[in-house]
Nanobody, 116 residues
Framework: QVQLVESGGGLVQAGGSLRLSCAASGSILLDVMGWYRQAPGKQRELVATITAGGSSNYADSVKGRFTISRDNAKKTIYLQMNSLKAEDTAVYYC???????????WGQGTQVTVSS
């Protein structure tokens, strides 16, 4: 069982920046990790993913503004969010897809609120 703990959410003005962190309870060396978000009344959506090799993928809505990264030694991934918009307001969830079991784990979520 893997536990994921997110941190770094908060309230920020439009145009500002936040950095989210997600710490895993075990090794993430082989695992695919990522961030999803869910706004009120909307479905959970992919924000960004990063493979063990460091390849990243982003939703079109955040390309050029958000950067996902990982530090395997610290068992942590990050989401640097710049030029934040009101529509980025959501609960952000960290996720891990374990290799090779393919089991998926989720964090408890961290609230990001962008005021316009």
């Amino acid at each position: 069982q893997v536990q994921l703990v997110e941190s770094g959410g908060g309230l920020v003005q439009a145009g500002g920046s936040l950095r989210l962190s997600c710490a895993a309870s075990g090794s993430i060396l082989l695992d695919v990790m990522g961030w999803y978000r869910q706004a009120p009344g909307k479905q959970r959506e992919l924000v960004a993913t990063i493979t063990a090799g460091g390849s990243s993928n982003y939703a079109d809505s955040v390309k050029g503004r958000f950067t996902i990264s990982r530090d395997n030694a610290k068992k942590t991934i990050y989401l640097q969010m710049n030029s934040l918009k009101a529509e980025d307001t959501a609960v952000y969830y960290c996720t891990l897809r374990q290799i090779p079991t393919m089991a998926v784990y989720w964090g408890q979520g961290t609230q990001v609120t962008v005021s316009s």
